[in-house]
């Protein structure tokens, strides 16, 4: 006798309070995201300490029963911008995940296409920063690419990446992290020592050449450095 078929899951979008869902966000990040910060730490930073009133957070929840459950989300941050002279409210599209076993095209758009129609009356635009993995998907749910961001940053704590390389794909660094730690984070701890001290060392011969001042506003001396 043939076993009983299992019927497809039932999906629905929901816009939430991010604080009403924080263990169910924190999750998804923890287990779909890595996010650098911890998802406590990262939480806070978009929902309580944000400059700008962030209050709703775009859910994905799968029906089962009487209950609902989310296994996928995307975060709307808002964002005010000058444009044309007035002031403009926009939205980043961030952190959008879905759990590993409903990350199908289907439930997936539906979040994102929700999303859109949410954001399309509450800003005037909105923009986001998707990784490699998710640029189909959101192409294919009307996010048009209007341009290639690169991000350029310049180290200045060696150590404080020991954590974060454990969590990264295989490589050398991370096999070495995760071989000896205590070894790793002492001998990042010492580099960046060196580099402190070398730093200030050429800190203080500039400070001998230069003075470093405040003016009240430019003045000739501006247009004579850029020409």
Known sequence: MPPPSVPPPTYRTAVRN??????????????????????????????????????????????????????????????????????????????????RVHRSLQPALMLLKAFLNEVNSRFHFVYGFPNGKAEAVLKRAGFVEVGRARRWVKVLRYAHYADRLERHEPSLASRLVKSNRFVATTCLKAFDALRIGAHRLRQTLLLRKHEVGTVAAPDQRWDELWL
């Open 18 to 99: 991010p604080h009403d869902v924080r263990e169910e966000i924190c999750r998804l990040w923890r287990e779909n995201l890595h996010p650098a910060l911890s998802p406590d730490e990262r939480f806070r930073w978009l929902y309580v300490e944000a400059p700008h009133e962030n209050s709703a957070v775009l859910a994905l929840e799968v029906i089962q029963g009487e209950a609902a459950h989310v296994v996928g989300a995307n975060g709307m941050v808002p964002r005010l911008f000058w444009l044309s002279g007035q002031e403009v409210r926009a939205a980043v599209s961030c952190d959008f995940a879905v759990d």
